[in-house]
């Protein structure tokens, strides 16, 4: 990953991956009705290790070689990306315990 | 860069400061006059003018709440009918949050960020001259309906479809939906004004991490304005397309979808209570800081919350929604990401109380507007929490309950604040105090009043009392708590009322505040007050977060500004490192044009489809005027 993106990763894939998931949520309960399957669960469970993995990035950022302004962007992501993985992670939760054809 | 090469232009730094300041006044200042008044771009008279609109809003709103509250105070009363008690909930809605709380808030940031910022005035200023007239013009549309007996009775967000052309007669829908076109027209310029000044105009060496937190809530508030209003003026344009040509958007019988409306506007509506929540949290960590006298704890954790609140606003919107049938695993996901955003919404009141814990605090007006936005707020987060839960939110819907709830929300999380920040940036606009006892006074009777008219609404909800009903049978138990609430009200009328006669007093004849009369930190205290015309001497130069406090005495300044022109400082995103000097656009009476031939061709085309293609013409005559070079130095860029 270029070191710019992953100054920004957790910034831009936690969002992402929660968006992503957020809208998920509203087609694939429709298929695993049908299908019986568990596609809500894996798309959320993936969307969290998406959100981790753009956090680590930024994390792996931090050090003394880079400027203040620059060392505050990253810290900033990671923050935002560990929010919306925890964010995510209530959408695995509850993809786990509800049946998804509840309506 | 283009530059004069033909006559030396006049630089700052060769002047002392009269002879400077003496050229910064005639290259900025508004000349009198009434048509000179309506040609100004100065961001802090728009500003003004905005605030002093938004506070008229709410006074207009606050008595269609008092006639409602009138009416309901005893069983079937018949003070007001069921169509005029439809027009006043749906008008007392409307105002407040299109015509008050979103441009006031907007108003805020107009007048402060550039300040705040260490600019000498907005981006696109002609533009934010245009919104002004923009929202003035929306307003009076809805206003002159009412007066007319014409006004909206759809609620303020206008269901389809009972606000569709088989049930909304007359143009009471499309009154409606164009005030919302009016008003989001005039948000979205401004935002993009707000975005652009934060991210190029500020003062060299303020990068990022030493941005105001006021400023940062701003930034976040302007994105979420420039994601979630196209949606609205979407909703808001098919509306009238449907009740006017008869497209289908809305009618499932011809293959439309009336539950699309309601994710439309509340993909808007959710996001709304943020743009006006997140500049109240902004303006709480400013006064938090001021009067505990210490920065702020948790600068970063702080930002982030901003950040986070401002994306996360985008993935609650179906917990408006939970009583539609939608499958229950999706609900849950936004019952998820409403569970979630109170994490944001924690660590900002952690770390104010921390900021407070540390400091020493100073308990004067604004922050005690702000400890009571906490506890408010918090009552209000946490009603928000059991409504975020499908089963509760099932039992409770469409009752007082959520009355109470969004109330404690958006006057607990953004009136209160409000109040503590005009009584904290009164003596920067106007160069006076407001009174600090007439404060006290202000802040106890809306509080309690306040506590006291909206709590109970919560019991009425849990009693099963539903929102939106002119009048009830005697045999129902809501009577007594109707009343006591009615009651209460004056109290709460009575503390506004205190409030508004402090500002007409101290606007006329309060106490000289001088520069910085709280000893904060930020820019805007480093000019005099009110601020002149060219904000700044001298641009300052920023090597902290709260300059003013690391260096009292002086700070330091640039120099290298044309002052026979307009003219700014354009830095970099990141580390706000000079880029270049830009020039900002004169005084031009064209916006105000703009705005006439805009606001013509929107009410025309409530009635017919052929004002938007004929009001397009004197819309792009004035466009032309707008951009057409006038000869002066602030041609050049």
Known sequence: ?103 | MTEDRKQSPLMDDRLDDAELERHLLQSWQTPGGIWKALATVDHKTIARRYIVTAFVFLILGGLLAVAMRIQLAQPEARILDPDRYNQIFTMHGSTMMFLFAVPVMEAMAIYLVPLMVGTRNIAFPRLNAFSYWIILAGGLLLWISFALDAAPDVGWFAYVPLSGPEYGSGKRADIWAQMITFTELSALAVAVEIVVTVFKQRAPGMSLDRIPLLVWSMLVMAFIVIMAMPAIMFASSTLILDRLVETQFYNPAAGGDALLWQHVFWFFGHPEVYIIFLPAAGMVSTIVATFSRRAIFGYLPLVMAFIATGILAFGLWVHHMFVVGLPRLGESFFTASSMAIAVPAGIQVFCWLATLWLGRPVFATPLLFVIGFIVTFVIGGLTGVMVASVPFDTQVHDTYFVVAHFHYVLVGGAVFPLLGAIYYWFPKMTGRMMSERLGRWAFGLIFLGFNLTFFPMHILGLLGMPRRVYTYQPDLPWGGLNLFISLSALLLVSGFLVFFIDVLRAWRSGLPAGPNPWKAATLEWATSSPPPAYNFRRIPVVDACDPLWMHPEELAVTAGLRVDRRELIVSSVVEALPEARESSPRDSIWPFWAAIATSIMLIGSIFTPWAVVWGAIPVAVTLIGWFWPKGTAEDAS
């Open chain 1, 1 to 103: 990953m270029s070191t710019g993106i992953a100054k920004y990763a957790g910034l831009l894939f936690a969002p992402g991956a929660w968006a992503i998931n957020t809208q998920l949520g509203q087609i694939l309960p429709y298929i695993d009705c049908g299908a019986g399957a568990s596609w809500s669960t894996v798309a959320s469970f993936g969307a969290v290790a998406l959100a981790l993995l753009g956090t680590a990035a930024s994390h792996a950022r931090i050090g003394p070689g880079e400027s203040r302004a620059n060392l505050f962007v990253v810290k900033l992501s990671v923050l935002a990306g560990l929010a919306f993985a925890f964010a995510i992670l209530l959408q695995g939760a509850a993809a786990v315990l509800l049946d998804p054809c509840l309506s």
